[in-house]
Protein backbone atom coordinates (compact mmCIF):
# COMPACT_ATOMS: atom_id res chain seq x y z
CA UNK A 1 0.00 0.00 0.00
CA UNK A 2 1.43 3.54 -0.71
CA UNK A 3 0.78 6.42 1.39
CA UNK A 4 0.39 9.97 0.44
CA UNK A 5 4.35 11.08 0.97
CA UNK A 6 5.20 8.09 -0.55
CA UNK A 7 3.16 8.68 -3.61
CA UNK A 8 4.80 12.51 -3.70
CA UNK A 9 8.09 12.12 -3.88
CA UNK A 10 10.06 12.84 -6.82
CA UNK A 11 11.51 9.91 -8.40
CA UNK A 12 13.57 12.35 -11.60
CA UNK A 13 15.31 13.82 -9.02
CA UNK A 14 17.55 10.44 -9.48
CA UNK A 15 18.84 11.57 -12.84
CA UNK A 16 19.00 7.57 -13.94
CA UNK A 17 15.42 8.56 -14.16
CA UNK A 18 14.98 12.46 -15.76
CA UNK A 19 13.22 11.81 -18.87
CA UNK A 20 10.73 10.04 -16.70
CA UNK A 21 7.46 12.05 -15.48
CA UNK A 22 8.15 14.02 -12.11
CA UNK A 23 5.74 11.38 -9.87
CA UNK A 24 5.55 7.63 -8.93
CA UNK A 25 4.51 5.25 -11.61
CA UNK A 26 2.46 4.15 -9.43
CA UNK A 27 0.60 7.70 -8.74
CA UNK A 28 -2.56 6.97 -10.87
CA UNK A 29 -4.54 8.84 -7.96
CA UNK A 30 -2.20 12.07 -8.57
CA UNK A 31 -1.07 12.71 -5.15
CA UNK A 32 2.00 14.17 -7.18
CA UNK A 33 -0.18 17.50 -7.88
CA UNK A 34 -0.51 17.95 -3.75
CA UNK A 35 2.65 17.93 -2.61
CA UNK A 36 3.04 20.32 -0.09
CA UNK A 37 -1.03 20.50 0.51
CA UNK A 38 -2.30 21.15 3.87
CA UNK A 39 -5.65 18.70 3.90
CA UNK A 40 -8.71 19.96 5.46
CA UNK A 41 -11.87 18.33 6.65
CA UNK A 42 -12.75 14.56 6.61
CA UNK A 43 -12.84 14.78 2.88
CA UNK A 44 -8.76 15.59 3.05
CA UNK A 45 -9.51 18.43 1.22
CA UNK A 46 -6.39 20.74 -0.57
CA UNK A 47 -6.44 24.28 1.37
CA UNK A 48 -6.76 26.72 -1.66
CA UNK A 49 -5.30 30.25 -1.58
CA UNK A 50 -7.43 33.31 -1.96
CA UNK A 51 -7.43 35.04 -4.71
CA UNK A 52 -9.05 38.27 -6.24
CA UNK A 53 -10.04 38.68 -10.39
CA UNK A 54 -12.35 40.16 -12.49
CA UNK A 55 -11.93 39.10 -15.82
CA UNK A 56 -13.62 40.92 -18.87
CA UNK A 57 -14.06 37.53 -21.00
CA UNK A 58 -14.01 33.93 -20.86
CA UNK A 59 -13.36 31.00 -22.76
CA UNK A 60 -13.51 27.22 -22.60
CA UNK A 61 -10.89 25.04 -21.71
CA UNK A 62 -11.46 22.97 -25.26
CA UNK A 63 -11.59 26.08 -27.21
CA UNK A 64 -8.41 27.74 -25.12
CA UNK A 65 -6.27 24.68 -26.39
CA UNK A 66 -6.89 24.75 -29.68
CA UNK A 67 -3.88 25.61 -32.14
CA UNK A 68 -5.70 28.54 -33.42
CA UNK A 69 -6.48 30.28 -30.50
CA UNK A 70 -4.33 33.33 -30.01
CA UNK A 71 -6.37 36.12 -27.51
CA UNK A 72 -4.86 35.18 -24.00
CA UNK A 73 -6.51 38.52 -22.98
CA UNK A 74 -9.08 36.24 -20.73
CA UNK A 75 -9.68 33.25 -18.16
CA UNK A 76 -9.94 30.07 -19.16
CA UNK A 77 -13.08 28.20 -17.54
CA UNK A 78 -13.69 24.36 -17.18
CA UNK A 79 -17.41 24.55 -17.19
CA UNK A 80 -17.72 22.03 -19.82
CA UNK A 81 -19.10 18.40 -19.95
CA UNK A 82 -16.34 15.89 -18.26
CA UNK A 83 -15.51 14.35 -21.72
CA UNK A 84 -13.96 17.71 -23.02
CA UNK A 85 -12.22 18.27 -19.66
CA UNK A 86 -10.46 14.79 -18.65
CA UNK A 87 -7.69 15.07 -20.79
CA UNK A 88 -6.02 17.90 -18.55
CA UNK A 89 -6.70 15.13 -15.65
CA UNK A 90 -4.73 12.45 -17.34
CA UNK A 91 -1.91 15.48 -18.29
CA UNK A 92 -1.91 18.36 -16.97
CA UNK A 93 1.32 19.40 -17.30
CA UNK A 94 0.90 19.21 -21.09
CA UNK A 95 -1.47 22.09 -20.55
CA UNK A 96 0.18 24.17 -18.19
CA UNK A 97 2.19 26.29 -20.95
CA UNK A 98 -0.49 27.50 -22.71
CA UNK A 99 -2.91 28.32 -19.53
CA UNK A 100 0.18 30.43 -18.54
CA UNK A 101 -0.37 32.41 -21.40
CA UNK A 102 -3.77 33.52 -19.88
CA UNK A 103 -4.42 36.14 -17.69
CA UNK A 104 -5.83 32.86 -15.10
CA UNK A 105 -7.88 30.05 -14.78
CA UNK A 106 -11.15 28.72 -13.01
CA UNK A 107 -10.97 25.41 -10.83
CA UNK A 108 -11.90 22.43 -12.53
CA UNK A 109 -15.34 21.53 -12.52
CA UNK A 110 -16.06 17.31 -12.32
CA UNK A 111 -20.06 17.00 -12.59
CA UNK A 112 -21.12 16.69 -9.43
CA UNK A 113 -24.92 16.07 -9.90
CA UNK A 114 -26.80 15.70 -7.20
CA UNK A 115 -28.99 12.56 -8.45
CA UNK A 116 -25.15 10.90 -8.47
CA UNK A 117 -23.86 8.62 -5.71
CA UNK A 118 -22.29 10.41 -2.97
CA UNK A 119 -19.02 8.46 -3.88
CA UNK A 120 -18.71 9.47 -6.96
CA UNK A 121 -19.69 13.18 -5.81
CA UNK A 122 -17.15 12.99 -3.39
CA UNK A 123 -14.47 11.72 -5.85
CA UNK A 124 -15.13 14.61 -7.98
CA UNK A 125 -15.32 17.30 -5.41
CA UNK A 126 -11.59 16.42 -4.69
CA UNK A 127 -10.40 16.16 -8.11
CA UNK A 128 -12.01 19.86 -8.39
CA UNK A 129 -9.93 20.91 -5.60
CA UNK A 130 -6.79 18.90 -6.45
CA UNK A 131 -6.53 20.24 -9.86
CA UNK A 132 -7.36 23.91 -8.27
CA UNK A 133 -4.71 23.50 -5.90
CA UNK A 134 -1.81 22.19 -8.50
CA UNK A 135 -3.32 25.26 -11.05
CA UNK A 136 -2.54 27.86 -7.91
CA UNK A 137 0.65 26.83 -7.59
CA UNK A 138 1.75 27.14 -10.93
CA UNK A 139 -0.23 29.91 -12.36
CA UNK A 140 -0.73 33.26 -11.75
CA UNK A 141 -4.03 33.36 -10.66
CA UNK A 142 -6.84 30.32 -10.61
CA UNK A 143 -10.21 31.02 -8.87
CA UNK A 144 -11.86 27.94 -6.77
CA UNK A 145 -15.04 27.15 -8.49
CA UNK A 146 -17.58 26.07 -5.59
CA UNK A 147 -20.73 23.70 -5.83
CA UNK A 148 -22.30 22.34 -2.81
CA UNK A 149 -25.55 20.77 -1.50
CA UNK A 150 -27.65 20.81 1.45
CA UNK A 151 -26.24 17.74 3.35
CA UNK A 152 -22.25 18.22 2.05
CA UNK A 153 -21.61 21.96 2.40
CA UNK A 154 -19.32 21.62 4.88
CA UNK A 155 -17.28 18.68 3.86
CA UNK A 156 -16.80 19.64 -0.06
CA UNK A 157 -16.42 23.54 1.18
CA UNK A 158 -13.25 22.50 3.31
CA UNK A 159 -10.20 23.82 2.17
CA UNK A 160 -11.59 26.95 0.55
CA UNK A 161 -10.82 30.35 1.07
CA UNK A 162 -13.11 32.87 2.82
CA UNK A 163 -13.26 36.16 1.24
CA UNK A 164 -11.97 35.15 -1.94
CA UNK A 165 -13.15 35.77 -5.73
CA UNK A 166 -14.94 32.51 -6.59
CA UNK A 167 -16.18 31.03 -9.00
CA UNK A 168 -20.12 29.44 -9.90
CA UNK A 169 -21.24 27.44 -12.36
CA UNK A 170 -25.13 28.32 -13.43
CA UNK A 171 -25.03 26.56 -16.96
CA UNK A 172 -28.07 23.78 -17.22
CA UNK A 173 -29.14 24.36 -13.78
CA UNK A 174 -31.66 27.97 -14.49
CA UNK A 175 -33.82 26.24 -16.83
CA UNK A 176 -35.61 22.86 -14.70
CA UNK A 177 -37.25 24.07 -11.11
CA UNK A 178 -35.32 21.61 -9.45
CA UNK A 179 -31.98 21.90 -10.67
CA UNK A 180 -32.70 25.59 -10.30
CA UNK A 181 -33.80 25.14 -6.66
CA UNK A 182 -30.23 22.86 -6.34
CA UNK A 183 -28.64 25.60 -7.17
CA UNK A 184 -30.27 28.02 -5.05
CA UNK A 185 -29.32 26.63 -1.97
CA UNK A 186 -25.90 26.13 -3.14
CA UNK A 187 -25.66 29.60 -3.74
CA UNK A 188 -26.66 30.45 -0.13
CA UNK A 189 -24.60 27.70 1.62
CA UNK A 190 -21.49 29.21 -0.41
CA UNK A 191 -22.07 32.63 0.40
CA UNK A 192 -22.68 32.17 4.15
CA UNK A 193 -20.15 29.61 4.49
CA UNK A 194 -17.20 31.48 2.58
CA UNK A 195 -18.15 35.06 2.64
CA UNK A 196 -16.71 35.98 -1.09
CA UNK A 197 -15.99 39.19 -2.36
CA UNK A 198 -16.92 38.45 -5.60
CA UNK A 199 -18.83 36.07 -7.86
CA UNK A 200 -17.82 35.35 -11.64
CA UNK A 201 -20.46 33.72 -12.73
CA UNK A 202 -20.79 31.69 -15.68
CA UNK A 203 -24.18 30.72 -16.88
CA UNK A 204 -27.71 32.74 -16.53
CA UNK A 205 -28.87 34.70 -13.95
CA UNK A 206 -32.81 34.47 -14.41
CA UNK A 207 -35.62 33.12 -11.99
CA UNK A 208 -33.38 35.22 -9.07
CA UNK A 209 -30.61 32.67 -8.87
CA UNK A 210 -28.07 35.40 -8.09
CA UNK A 211 -30.46 37.57 -5.66
CA UNK A 212 -29.08 35.71 -2.62
CA UNK A 213 -25.63 36.77 -3.04
CA UNK A 214 -26.82 40.07 -4.22
CA UNK A 215 -28.80 41.03 -1.59
CA UNK A 216 -25.67 40.63 0.40
CA UNK A 217 -23.74 43.21 -1.18
CA UNK A 218 -21.77 40.81 -3.18
CA UNK A 219 -20.81 41.76 -6.84
CA UNK A 220 -21.57 38.79 -8.81
CA UNK A 221 -20.30 39.14 -12.73
CA UNK A 222 -21.78 37.32 -15.47
CA UNK A 223 -20.79 35.64 -18.03
CA UNK A 224 -22.90 34.08 -20.58
CA UNK A 225 -22.05 30.38 -20.95
CA UNK A 226 -21.50 28.46 -24.29
CA UNK A 227 -24.25 25.71 -24.76
CA UNK A 228 -23.21 22.17 -25.57
CA UNK A 229 -21.55 21.36 -28.96
CA UNK A 230 -22.69 25.83 -29.42
CA UNK A 231 -19.51 27.92 -30.51
CA UNK A 232 -20.76 31.41 -30.65
CA UNK A 233 -22.25 31.90 -27.10
CA UNK A 234 -26.07 31.94 -28.04
CA UNK A 235 -28.26 30.89 -25.69
CA UNK A 236 -31.83 30.35 -26.09
CA UNK A 237 -34.42 33.18 -24.26
CA UNK A 238 -30.91 33.90 -23.09
CA UNK A 239 -31.13 30.74 -20.37
CA UNK A 240 -27.93 28.44 -20.27
Known sequence: MLSKESLVLDPDEDPKQSKKPAHHRRDVFHAWMLKGAEYVGPLDMPKLAPVRADPNKMVAFSDAMSPKWKDFDCFVHFFEDDCNIERFWSNPK???GKL???QG???LDYSVCYDFPVALKDYNHWRNSVCTYWLQKN???AVPQARCEDGNYKEVLAGFPKYST?????RSMVRDQNDRAVLKKSVEH????????????????MYGVADYPRSKGIPVHIYPAKGRGNLNHHCEDGDC
Open 139 to 141: LPS
Open 94 to 96: QYI
Open 105 to 107: VLG
Open 166 to 170: LAIGA
Open 100 to 102: GKF
Open 190 to 205: IVDYLEPVNLLWYGSD
